[in-house]
């Protein structure tokens, strides 16, 4: 244990061997990581008010490692589709894969995405509140194989699993 007093000095050149090798290990432990997770606290204070978007059963869980960067949700025919938090749209359009799909830029590098909608009912640059309606649900795009809404939730360029936000029931 070192004791500094107030003018004292450390010379941060000097690299000890437990210094290398801790500095080795926390590196390694960060190798993978493409956010900081110090924000953490920030963002999961944001997602504790977290509006489910559609009440329902998931169909298929958050699967990152197979490709699968969200959650399947069925539910009712016609169910309208919520925002999970206020934002503003960045995307309202058709895609080939995922049919017609809405994403909503929230505070602190959030986007949620909402997939396979039926119809949409609002436009990029439209600023919607938490619960407001945004779609109604579908079966739309090359990658589905019945009506249920695939959601999405994206930190800082990073998927994260909803299912730890979400109340379904």
């Known amino acids: 244990k070192i004791e500094l007093a107030k003018h004292d000095s450390i010379d941060v050149n000097k690299v000890t061997y437990e210094d290398s090798m801790l500095r080795l290990e926390v590196e390694k432990e960060n190798e993978f990581t493409l956010f900081d997770k110090s924000d953490i606290k920030d963002i999961e204070a944001l997602l504790f008010h977290l509006f489910t978007p559609v009440k329902g059963v998931i169909s298929r869980e958050y699967e990152q490692a ?3 960067f969200g959650v399947d949700i069925v539910a009712h025919q016609n169910s309208n589709i919520k925002a999970a938090l206020d934002g503003i749209v960045i995307f309202s359009d058709w895609t080939l894969d995922d049919g017609f799909v ?3 830029q929230h ?5 949620s995405f909402y997939k396979h909608n039926s119809v949409l009912h609002k436009k990029n640059g439209n600023f919607v ?13 090359e990658s589905t194989d019945g009506i249920h809404l695939h959601f ?12 730890e936000y979400l109340s379904l029931n």
């Open 102 to 104: 809405i994403a909503v």
């Open 129 to 141: 509140e938490a619960g407001e309606v945004l779609a109604v649900i579908g079966n739309t795009g």
């Open 107 to 111: 505070n602190n590098d959030l986007i």
């Open 152 to 163: 999405e939730l994206w930190y800082k360029g990073t998927s994260i699993d909803p299912t």
């Open 66 to 68: 197979k490709g699968h």
